[in-house]
């Protein structure tokens, strides 16, 4: 298969399988003339990708989940700490989620939403510590 047959057939769109090529997740055939030439395993392994990635697993995590399933004496508690540990950075992210969410909605709530000027939602953006770039000094 070429690269465009394997990515109708993986969903992923060409320039994201080349990617995945060039960081070494598969490794196509080459044809005498340099173009690719992609296996059912090729194919395989990008649908297993895609699904891993569509989940929110790293690219690392992609690489150690795709090693430990072509390693047949693997040992699931290894799967299992991978997609634990993945599932510990989504409930933070979540965490994350909830409390911008909360603050946005108290600052919607605090403005009054009228003709006048003031606004506390402004008022607040407006109101942090301004952070400095590292960086060479000016003084």
Known sequence: MNIGDVARLSGLPAKTIRYYEAIGLVDPLRSNNGYRAFRESDL??????????????????????????????????????????????????????????????????ACAGDQRPDCPILGDLGSGP??????????
């Open 44 to 109: 395989h392994k990008l649908h297993f990708l895609g699904r891993a990635r569509s989940l929110g697993f790293s690219i690392e995590d992609c690489r150690t989940l795709l090693a430990l399933y072509q390693d047949r004496s693997r040992a699931s508690a290894d799967v299992k700490l991978v997609a634990t540990e993945h599932l510990g950075r989504i409930d933070a992210k979540i965490s994350e989620l909830v409390e911008m969410r909360n603050t946005v909605a108290h600052l919607i709530d």
């Open 130 to 139: 301004i952070k400095r770039l590292a960086g060479p000094s000016t003084h």
